[in-house]
């Protein structure tokens, strides 16, 4: 990109979809950096100031948000520019100045296999009721996972599918569903009023944003309770995990009955993360992949989470597969590097004794 003498973050977010960024980071006294394919990459230009900051707020701010910008500490957004790209923009601030990072979210929705994900995950777009739950670090591509999820949904069923997100991100065109996108401080004020206000506008299918608490976790477990499909994302690195931070959202006195809740509701879990290839051009993703079988469904009642990880990796026959052994085959087929298996592993001594040839768990490619 070339060096500006004047900041037009128009220009320049045109510039960085050209260039493959994912997200954008904007900040007082620093260039402007990139990440691409995972890496950060600081743009060649001269350092931002306060003036350029607020000429971007002015031009990529709706004009509801502009008086609020004083009075907030962090903002969520969306903006477009027609036929570039959508973005996902966060105006925070950084020791009492405003920065912005932004998030590119582009038009076109990959199917499962284009995203290089586990065939098996198209399964549960096909399912009537129940919870799905999308999970790992923030960039790891839970979005573009559940929007494709969606998109299958609304190319072979005739349903509602209803979006709460903050802000919305893709953007649906019904086809054989009809799709109502809300978002969250326009179209309805929180997440759990969200939820259970689209109970009263004959839905099918419910796509949550973001589950952050334990309100939000109650309304959708409702939701799928009651003959609904439910999709969410949540901050967690593993399946297993995923059971155990919900459960311990509640109060202890609460808990054994949340955990048989969620044993009736819960349908799948995929944990995933964004990994760069062995030659340096792009990123693939690794995931692990939780069926909840009756036998599952048992282990989450009883509290016996070790044995759900147990069963995962011994569970080919229901497509469910361990993040370790996604990282495995990658690194066998050369899409990975072996260094970066083992550095992404949660469970080192295990990958490392897959390499070493002296692991004896099942080992599934997907």
Excluded: W
Excluded at 129 to 143: A, E, F, I, R
């Amino acid at each position: 990109m070339d060096t500006e003498t004047l900041f037009d973050i128009i220009s320049f977010l045109q510039k960085a979809i050209k260039a493959g960024a994912s997200d954008v980071h904007l900040q007082v006294g620093e260039r402007p950096t990139l990440r691409i394919d995972g890496r950060i990459v600081r743009v060649d230009m001269p350092a931002l100031t306060e003036a350029d900051i607020a000429k971007a707020h002015d031009k990529l701010l709706p004009e509801g948000l502009k008086a609020k910008i004083h009075s907030l500490y962090d903002m969520d957004f969306a903006y477009e520019i027609p036929g570039v790209s959508r973005f996902r923009v966060n105006l925070n601030k950084q020791l009492g100045k405003n920065a912005l990072v932004i998030r590119t979210i582009p038009y076109v929705i990959k199917k499962i296999a284009q995203l290089n994900l586990p065939e098996s995950i198209e399964q549960f777009a096909t399912l009537n009721n129940g919870l799905v739950l999308v999970t790992g670090p923030t960039g790891s591509g839970k979005s573009t996972t559940i929007a494709s999820l969606i998109d299958f949904i609304n190319l072979n069923y005739a349903k509602h599918i209803i979006t709460i997100e903050d802000p919305v991100e893709f953007l649906f065109t019904s086809k054989k569903s009809i799709v109502s996108q809300r978002q969250v401080g326009i179209d309805t004020p929180t997440f759990p009023d969200g939820i259970k206000y689209a109970l009263r506008q004959d839905p099918d299918v419910i796509f949550i944003g973001e589950i952050r608490d334990q309100e939000t976790i109650t309304v959708a477990m409702k939701a799928a309770e009651t003959g609904h499909l439910v999709f969410a994302t949540i901050h967690t690195n593993n399946a297993v995990q995923t059971v155990d931070r919900i459960i311990n959202m509640f109060d202890p006195k609460d808990r054994d009955f949340v955990r048989s809740q969620l044993a009736g509701v819960l349908r799948g879990t995929v944990a995933q993360r964004l990994l760069p290839v062995a030659d340096g051009v792009g990123r693939r993703p690794a995931c692990e992949v939780l069926i909840v079988t009756p036998t599952v469904k048992d282990f989450i009642k009883k509290d016996n989470l070790p044995e759900v990880y147990d069963l995962v990796k011994k569970g080919s026959f229901n497509n469910m597969i361990t993040l370790n052994s996604s990282l495995y085959h990658m690194a066998k087929n050369g899409i990975i590097t072996e260094e970066v298996a083992i550095d992404t592993s949660e469970n080192k001594s295990e990958i490392q004794q897959m390499f070493r040839g002296v692991y004896h768990g099942t080992q599934q490619m997907f």
